[in-house]
Structure formats: structure tokens, C-alpha cells
């Protein structure tokens, strides 16, 4: 018998731990419903193409990390590293990317080929939200507001906002043909994969994590004096907004990102909970994305959260579960058709109806209601099945345990009167 395993980089995700991932994506997708962002769905396979073009063929997600492969029809796929490149795909294919005013979010698996470690897998999960046709400085602080108040909402601990701007291409345009000359002067003193990026990549060598590099370019010349008046002032504005918003950000002039579509704003939040894999979301501005993918002059903004971090960060509070409202023990060929209509109908009341299907004896499924922690119990036996009738009693509360109700099957009005009172009271709390 073979023993098959999942690969390397990829995890099976089991119920109880489920459990937590569940109530993590619940509050994150109330937070976006509540800032009126609505979600989009795009396949998990695209055309390699479209992350050569939108992400860069210079990157190291796209020249080191895709995960591609030709089909039987000889197109070459990749499985997608990350959400943006196929969101502007989605808009553009589909005739709404001028539709102006956009807020979208995603969530699901992207794929790299990285070295798993903890809160990294090669099948990872992402959350992703982007703010489509809007180019105002509002919605850049906006977006980073948004993406502060889910991580604060989630109990992450320790956070911390770092900004940038990479001014417009016209900025960079500038700023890298300065810094390249530089760099090709000084290249034999830096390392060897920063090397290699001069002329794939170059931005990519400020956020070198290499010390020794670090040290050379602080004689590098800097983009931040390459930045336009516009530019400028766009970038303070953020940070005077931020701060009446009482966000704490720190500044980080190194900071690039690793895909080449950002200009102006790029931010990451990190946490010093996660040590050297700290950042918990990314994120930044890119006005030409669309139009260079063949749509016309689109303004946009946007960020990603790492949801494997997020459950490593996320307290045991969210581990839990809710307990099971009513456990149906039943007995006999004629109790099991009740018991199950019965269990339909509670279903309706939004409670957690666990039914036995053991057909077990009625004390052996007492002691799984009591292991459930189940708040209530309701008795079918054939005695009464054949009344059309089932006992329902409080199971599981100390104060009225004891509380016990005959119902017929069919008294619906009775049967909703027992669970307003004895079962949903706390939730409407």
C-alpha cells in the first residue's frame, strides 16, 4: 500500500483547527461588509503571461517563485502567486475596469515556491482588498485605515504601519537611472543576489536584507530626492492624516515592495510577535497596472494579508467554537424519520442540532449530549414517535436543568415559544 503524503509547502487543514480559521475569516469579512468593499472570485489558474506582464518578469516571484506549467494545449499556466494581476485581468476582461469606484476583496489560496517555515507555506492563504478608480490621497488612507482596523479587530498585538512613496513613474524613471549608474560603479561591493537585480530588478536591492549591502547604500543616492512637488505633498498629507487618525507609522525609505507595479504609496504593517517574518500585510498604489495589461488609465490601491500568520498571531479566543444548542437521542424505526424532520425544522432557528445516528442505546447518547456540552436534549422513542410527540428538556444549564416540555410535532407555535425562551435568549443578547 502506498503511503501518500501532501507536499512539501502545502498543509491539511483539519476541522478542530478549522475551528479558529472559520471565526478569523468571520471577522474579517464583517469588517469589509461594514466599509462596504464587496468580493470578487478569480480562478486560482491563469495564463503565465499575465503575472510576466503585470507582476514583471524582473521579480523574484515571477523569475524564482511561480509555480507554471504547459497544458495539454500547450499554454503555459501558472498557478497565482498573489490576487492583484488577476483582479485587473477580471475587470478588464469583463468591460468594468472604467467603471469608476470600485472596492473589492478576495480571499483563498496563492502558490509560490518559497522554503516553508512557519506562517510561509508554498500554498499559502491571502486576503486581498483593492480600491479600483480611485485616485484621491483619501483612499490611500482609506485602505490603510481599513487594513489597521481588521488586524487591530483580530487581536493582533504589537503592530506596526512603516510608509513609503515611490513617486510617479516619471520619479522612479529618474531615480533608477541614477541609482543603476551607481550601482554598476559599485557593484563588486554588494552582495551576490543584489548582483544580480542591477538590471532585472534594481528597486528590489533597497530592501536587501543582506548587512553588508545595507552599509554600501547608504552612499546611494535616494529616490526621496528624486520626488516631484506633487509627489511631496501628496506623501505628507498621508502622514497628517495619519496621525489625526492616531495611526502610529514609522518611515521607511528603503521600503519598495517586491512587485513592480507600485507607485506612489507602498506601506506594510508588521507585528513583533512573529520575529524575522514580521509582516502581516503589504501593500501600495498602482495607477498603471490596468492600462499596462491593455485597459485604459485606471487609479488604484491595495493591500494583502497573509492568513497563516494571522492565525499564528490570533489569540485562543477564536479557537472556539459554539456549542451545540440541541442533541437529538433517538430509538426505534419510527422515532429515526421523526427525529430527522424534527432536526430540519430546529435548523431553521439558526441552532446547532446535532442528531444521533448511532442508534446506539438512549444512555450511550445521553453521554454525548453531556460530552457536546449540549444545552438542551430532545427524547424520541417510538412510544413517542407513534404520538407524533417528543420530549425536549434544558440539559446542560445548572439553574433549570430540570425543565422539561412535551411537543407535539406539529405545534410549531409551541415549539418556537420553548426555543425563543430557553435557547435563543442569550443570542439576541
Not at 489597521?148 to 498585538?157: A, P, Y
Not at 429515526?336 to 442508534?359: F, H, P, Q, T, W
Amino acid at each position: 500500500m502506498n503511503n501518500f503524503k501532501n507536499l512539501r509547502g502545502t498543509v491539511d487543514l483539519l476541522p478542530d483547527q478549522l475551528i479558529k480559521w472559520q471565526n478569523v475569516e468571520k471577522i474579517i469579512i464583517e469588517q469589509l461588509i461594514r466599509s462596504s468593499v464587496k468580493e470578487i472570485r478569480t480562478p486560482i489558474l491563469e495564463m503565465t503571461e499575465l503575472f510576466m506582464r503585470g507582476i514583471g518578469e524582473g521579480t523574484d516571484v515571477v523569475s524564482k517563485e511561480m509555480y507554471t506549467f504547459l497544458d495539454k494545449g500547450e499554454r503555459s499556466c501558472a498557478l497565482r502567486p498573489e490576487g492583484t494581476a488577476s483582479v485587473a485581468r477580471a475587470l478588464i476582461q469583463n468591460g468594468i475596469s472604467t467603471k469608476p469606484f470600485q472596492k473589492l476583496w478576495y480571499m483563498g489560496p496563492m502558490f509560490r515556491y518559497e522554503r516553508p517555515q512557519a506562517g510561509r507555506q508554498r500554498q499559502f492563504h491571502q486576503l486581498g482588498v483593492e480600491f479600483v478608480g480611485y485616485k484621491s490621497v483619501r483612499s490611500d488612507i482609506e485602505i490603510i485605515t481599513l487594513a489597521w482596523d481588521i488586524l487591530e479587530k483580530l487581536g493582533i498585538k504589537e503592530l506596526n504601519l512603516e510608509i513609503n512613496t515611490l513617486g510617479n513613474n516619471v520619479d522612479r524613471s529618474n531615480f533608477q537611472k541614477a541609482f543603476v549608474k551607481w550601482l554598476e560603479v559599485n557593484k563588486n561591493f554588494l552582495d551576490l543576489d543584489s548582483q544580480k537585480r542591477i538590471n532585472k530588478n534594481p528597486l528590489r536591492i533597497l530592501d536587501t536584507k543582506n548587512v553588508q549591502t545595507k552599509k554600501v547604500l547608504d552612499d546611494a543616492p535616494r529616490l526621496f530626492d528624486f520626488l516631484s512637488t506633487e509627489s511631496l505633498e501628496r506623501y505628507l498629507i498621508i502622514k497628517e492624516k495619519l496621525k489625526l487618525l492616531k495611526i502610529p507609522f514609522i518611515e521607511n525609505k528603503n521600503l519598495v515592495r517586491g512587485l513592480d507595479y507600485y507607485t506612489h504609496t507602498a506601506f506594510e504593517i508588521t507585528s513583533g510577535s512573529l520575529g524575522s517574518q514580521a509582516t502581516v500585510c503589504g501593500g501600495g498604489r498602482y495607477d498603471n497596472l490596468i492600462s499596462q495589461m491593455g485597459g485604459t488609465e485606471t487609479p488604484a490601491i491595495g493591500f494583502a494579508i497573509g492568513l497563516e500568520r494571522i492565525i499564528l498571531l490570533s489569540g485562543k479566543e477564536l479557537e472556539e467554537s459554539r456549542d451545540t444548542d440541541i442533541y437529538i437521542v433517538n430509538k426505534g424505526i419510527h422515532a429515526e424519520i421523526l427525529a430527522m424532520e424534527l432536526s430540519r425544522k430546529l435548523r431553521n432557528y439558526d441552532l446547532i442540532v446535532e442528531l444521533d445516528l448511532s442508534g446506539t442505546s438512549f444512555s450511550k447518547q445521553f453521554k454525548k449530549a453531556n460530552k457536546l456540552k449540549s444545552k438542551s436534549i430532545i427524547v424520541i422513542g417510538d412510544d413517542e414517535a407513534l404520538k407524533n410527540e417528543f420530549v425536549i428538556r434544558l440539559f446542560n444549564n445548572e439553574y433549570s436543568k430540570n425543565k422539561e416540555e412535551t411537543i407535539s410535532i406539529k405545534d410549531n407555535i409551541k415549539l418556537e415559544k420553548w426555543v425563543q425562551s430557553n435557547l435563543l435568549l442569550d443570542k439576541n443578547l
